[in-house]
């Protein structure tokens, strides 16, 4: 057997072990298995006529035929300005023969694709090659495609049979029956376009170091309703925040949403000083409740904000910069209205209209000089002398409720020693981009689409905290 030249030099390394040592069961086994993998895929570079079974097949995993895809940006930017712009654009997308796999098969590693372009493994045909005997000398002649190649309407791409393995496998169960019931839970709407989440307080979004659970995992492993694509963020919200997230269900329509969250963002930076209040096409709601109270009722807070390092780069702040400092920043925009002020405290809304990290925190601390309840990051003077508000719970205190995950969502209002972040998105107006995807009439013309609005109830101690401030 002649071995890929790729792997010859590691074998060889490795053909005289020491027999005492007890890791080198381990080495031939890890060597077994990389050859296994390589071997199966260098089956796939035979020409295709010495790729036949006994029943004639060739040894191809066939994608579906290309068809023409949304141009995100294009759509998304008609979607915010109701298709006021005049000039006429082509709402598809050329695409190329590595995002088409990665969209048809998202469960197949990435490395593992650009690797079988890399080899030249991949195939192209046309729509009208079949799986029939008929059709076998058509097959024989499909051409090698590149990674970067644009493909035609009615384009097939051929795969090597051993990436079908990885298509079949199913995603690892992250979760039991209780985990998953919880998680079904937390849905607040779905169609087959997004998916909506009231973001529980204390679950972080993505997963990172010491992250052990995360919520996209999660999605992925219990939201995906039999989508064979799982669930995708599109954006993000901070650990310790909750309230509406919203997901997509589909590649195509995770980019268009990707595409109106990033051009109402890039929209109302470049026209800070003319903020349209009634463009609601897409407008989120928080409800915060903040320590001392605004000197006006409502107003418009435009603070760029800008980052820097701490602990020898092991840290960073959100800080709010001034246009004369020499150092790099982004326009943050919030409008902000008070809903109820008692107690030393207030509730207010804000309406991010730029979405920058840790935006509202640092507005409400900084600018509006009222930190939010909890936010010992940007908060952390007037939690020093924190004094818990007494309140008497006789009538509201019931047996407590054991979460997955070990959540918690009673423990932390501000009749407690220490309260927990008092954010939450309440309310979310979103395009009905299920609707646009799959109506042609709205090609040129997006002035007839219909918004979403989402509301998500507050989690248990922001409940609390709001019933002591009404009290």
Same mark, same amino acid.
């Not at 309230?243 to 949403?257: E, V």
């Not at 096409?281 to 807070?301: D, F, Q, T």
């Not at 910069?321 to 326009?331: C, G, L, Y």
């Not at 509201?396 to 008092?422: C, M, V, W, Y």
């Given at each position: 057997?002649?071995?890929?030249?790729?792997?010859?030099?590691?074998?060889?390394?490795?053909?005289?072990?020491?027999?005492?040592?007890?890791?080198?069961?381990?080495?031939?086994?890890?060597?077994?298995?990389?050859?296994?993998?390589?071997?199966?895929?260098?089956?796939?570079?035979?020409?295709?006529?010495?790729?036949?079974?006994?029943?004639?097949?060739?040894?191809?995993?066939?994608?579906?035929?290309?068809?023409?895809?949304?141009?995100?940006?294009?759509?998304?930017?008609?979607?915010?300005?109701?298709?006021?712009?005049?000039?006429?654009?082509?709402?598809?997308?050329?695409?190329?023969?590595?995002?088409?796999?990665?969209?048809?098969?998202?469960?197949?590693?990435?490395?593992?694709?650009?690797?079988?372009?890399?080899?030249?493994?991949?195939?192209?045909?046309?729509?009208?090659?079949?799986?029939?005997?008929?059709?076998? *000398?058509?097959?024989?002649? #499909? !051409? @090698?495609?590149? %990674?970067?190649? &644009?493909?035609?309407?009615?384009?097939?791409?051929? $795969?090597?049979?051993?990436?079908?393995?990885?298509?079949?496998?199913?995603?690892?169960?992250?979760?039991?029956?209780?985990?998953?019931?919880?998680?079904?839970?937390?849905?607040?709407?779905?169609?087959?376009?997004?998916?909506?989440?009231?973001?529980?307080?204390?679950?972080?979004?993505?997963?990172?170091?010491?992250?052990?659970?995360?919520?996209?995992?999660?999605?992925?492993?219990?939201?995906?309703?039999?989508?064979?694509?799982?669930?995708?963020?599109?954006?993000?919200?901070?650990?310790?925040?909750?309230?509406?997230?919203?997901?997509?269900?589909?590649?195509?329509?995770?980019?268009?949403?990707?595409?109106?969250?990033?051009?109402?963002?890039?929209?109302?930076?470049?026209?800070?000083?003319?903020?349209?209040? *009634?463009?609601?096409?897409? #407008? !989120? @709601?928080?409800? %915060?409740?903040? &320590?001392?109270?605004?000197?006006?009722?409502?107003? $418009?807070?435009?603070?760029?904000?800008?980052?820097?390092?701490?602990?020898?780069?092991?840290?960073?702040?959100?800080?709010?910069?001034?246009?004369?400092?020499?150092?790099?920043?982004?326009?943050?925009?919030?409008?902000?209205?008070?809903?109820?002020?008692?107690?030393?405290?207030?509730?207010?809304?804000?309406?991010?209209?730029?979405?920058?990290?840790?935006?509202?925190?640092?507005?409400?601390?900084?600018?509006?000089?009222?930190?939010?309840?909890?936010?010992?990051?940007?908060?952390?003077?007037?939690?020093?002398?924190?004094?818990?508000?007494?309140?008497?719970?006789?009538?509201?205190?019931?047996?407590?409720?054991?979460?997955?995950?070990?959540?918690?969502?009673?423990?932390?209002?501000?009749?407690?020693?220490?309260?927990?972040?008092?954010?939450?998105?309440?309310?979310?107006?979103?395009?009905?981009?299920?609707?646009?995807?799959?109506?042609?009439?709205?090609?040129?013309?997006?002035?007839?689409?219909?918004?979403?609005?989402?509301?998500?109830?507050?989690?248990?101690?922001?409940?609390?905290?709001?019933?002591?401030?009404?009290?």
């Amino acid at each position: 057997m002649v071995l890929p030249p790729l792997f010859r030099p590691s074998v060889i390394l490795r053909t005289s072990p020491s027999y005492t040592d007890p890791s080198s069961e381990i080495l031939y086994f890890s060597i077994f298995h990389v050859l296994k993998s390589t071997l199966a895929l260098s089956n796939a570079s035979e020409p295709v006529s010495q790729q036949k079974n006994e029943k004639g097949s060739n040894r191809w995993f066939t994608l579906p035929p290309y068809t023409a895809t949304v141009n995100a940006s294009i759509l998304g930017n008609r979607i915010l300005n109701r298709g006021a712009q005049a000039e006429v654009e082509t709402s598809t997308a050329a695409i190329t023969a590595l995002k088409w796999v990665i969209h048809c098969c998202p469960e197949l590693p990435r490395s593992l694709v650009q690797k079988l372009f890399r080899l030249r493994k991949v195939r192209r045909g046309s729509s009208m090659i079949e799986n029939s005997e008929y059709n076998l *000398e058509a097959r024989d002649q #499909l !051409k @090698r495609v590149a %990674a970067k190649d &644009i493909l035609n309407v009615g384009d097939q791409i051929f $795969l090597p049979i051993s990436a079908q393995v990885f298509s079949t496998e199913k995603t690892r169960d992250y979760c039991n029956k209780d985990e998953e019931t919880f998680m079904h839970s937390l849905v607040l709407y779905k169609d087959p376009a997004i998916l909506v989440i009231n973001k529980p307080p204390g679950l972080p979004v993505q997963g990172g170091i010491g992250v052990k659970r995360s919520l996209d995992e999660l999605a992925a492993s219990c939201l995906s309703y039999g989508y064979s694509e799982p669930p995708r963020l599109v954006h993000r919200l901070d650990r310790d925040s909750s309230g509406i997230l919203i997901m997509g269900r589909t590649s195509t329509s995770t980019s268009l949403l990707h595409s109106v969250f990033r051009e109402k963002t890039f929209d109302a930076s470049k026209h800070a000083n003319h903020v349209d209040s *009634e463009k609601k096409i897409l #407008l !989120k @709601r928080y409800w %915060a409740l903040v &320590i001392g109270s605004p000197r006006r009722s409502k107003g $418009l807070i435009t603070a760029p904000l800008g980052k820097i390092v701490l602990d020898d780069g092991r840290s960073e702040r959100i800080m709010v910069i001034d246009n004369a400092e020499p150092m790099p920043f982004q326009q943050a925009i919030t409008r902000y209205k008070v809903i109820k002020s008692h107690h030393g405290y207030t509730w207010l809304e804000l309406c991010p209209l730029t979405g920058r990290k840790h935006q509202l925190r640092v507005h409400c601390a900084e600018v509006l000089g009222t930190p939010i309840v909890g936010d010992y990051k940007y908060g952390w003077q007037a939690h020093k002398n924190w004094k818990p508000f007494h309140y008497n719970f006789h009538k509201n205190q019931g047996k407590k409720q054991f979460l997955p995950f070990g959540l918690d969502f009673e423990s932390g209002s501000i009749a407690e020693t220490n309260p927990r972040l008092h954010l939450h998105c309440k309310q979310l107006t979103l395009p009905d981009v299920s609707f646009a995807l799959h109506n042609d009439s709205l090609d040129q013309d997006c002035s007839r689409l219909e918004c979403l609005e989402l509301d998500a109830p507050l989690p248990s101690y922001m409940q609390k905290s709001w019933d002591i401030i009404n009290s």
